[in-house]
């Protein structure tokens, strides 16, 4: 297969409730809700991009009715997201009052990074390399 066949990748996080999720990708880091589907009044899948990352979220419930031979399976692991900034500074702002659980560093490969866990439980670090 060649690579030009592959036009992008997006993560989807599988979560117990979307809605909880939201703030952190709309509010605190200003995405915006592309695509959303609900069941009733709660949202089952939602999609968030800030027109260069996407970001999805499906609950776990939605996920074991789409795809029934997943949805024992999703629930044992969790996503790990390194996403590249232009200013970590920025981010540790908007994210103040989140739960931090990579402290900001300096790593060996030149990267400064902060890393959270996502409302959904799935952990997200931020990286920004010099310029």
């Given at each position: 297969?060649?690579?030009?066949?592959?036009?992008?990748?997006?993560?989807?996080?599988?979560?117990?409730?979307?809605e909880?999720?939201?703030a952190?990708?709309?509010?605190?880091?200003?995405?915006?809700?592309?695509?959303?589907?609900?069941?009733?009044?709660?949202?089952?899948?939602?999609?968030?991009?800030?027109?260069?990352?996407e970001?999805?979220?499906?609950?776990f419930?939605?996920?074991?009715?789409?795809?029934?031979?997943?949805?024992?399976?999703?629930?044992?692991?969790?996503?790990?997201l390194?996403i590249?900034?232009?200013d970590?500074?920025?981010?540790?702002?908007?994210?103040?009052?989140?739960?931090?659980?990579?402290?900001?560093?300096?790593?060996?490969?030149g990267?400064?990074?902060?890393?959270?866990r996502?409302?959904?439980?799935?952990?997200?670090t931020?990286?920004?390399?010099?310029?």
């Amino acid at each position: 297969m060649s690579p030009s066949l592959v036009k992008k990748s997006t993560p989807v996080l599988f979560v117990d409730a979307i809605e909880p999720s939201c703030a952190f990708w709309e509010d605190k880091l200003g995405f915006t809700r592309t695509l959303e589907v609900s069941i009733g009044a709660a949202l089952c899948f939602a999609a968030f991009s800030n027109e260069t990352v996407e970001i999805m979220h499906q609950t776990f419930a939605s996920a074991a009715e789409d795809v029934p031979f997943v949805g024992a399976r999703e629930r044992h692991g969790r996503t790990f997201l390194f996403i590249e900034v232009t200013d970590i500074d920025a981010v540790e702002r908007a994210l103040a009052g989140c739960q931090i659980v990579l402290p900001r560093r300096q790593t060996f490969y030149g990267s400064t990074e902060i890393g959270y866990r996502e409302p959904g439980g799935d952990f997200v670090t931020f990286a920004q390399f010099p310029s």
